[in-house]
């Protein structure tokens, strides 16, 4: 049974990056559409109350953000994390 422990570590460590890796670039995604209703909101016809698009845009962005935190405070410890995953819970 104790050789299935660094398998297990393994698979462990890579679930947890994707699961931060998926929540960072959902964190992008609505980064870029926030910056779009505030650069171009005249551009967006099919918003016409552009304050409750960028409202929506920044649940999102606190939705995925709450994630790496949790995962990152309650599923890893620091020394398991590399400068990425570090990056992506400064977000």
Not at 18 to 41: D, M, R, S, T
């Amino acid at each position: 049974m104790v050789t299935y422990l660094p398998m297990t570590l393994h698979m462990r460590e890579q679930l947890l990056r994707a699961v931060l890796a998926h929540a960072q670039g959902e964190i992008e995604k609505h980064k870029v559409n926030v910056n779009v209703y505030l650069e171009n909101p005249a551009g967006i016809g099919e918003h016409s109350d552009i304050t409750e698009a960028i409202q929506v845009e920044l649940d999102k962005i606190a939705r995925y953000h709450d994630q790496v935190e949790v995962v990152n405070k309650y599923f890893r410890s620091p020394h398991t994390m590399s400068n990425i995953d570090r990056r992506s819970s400064e977000t």
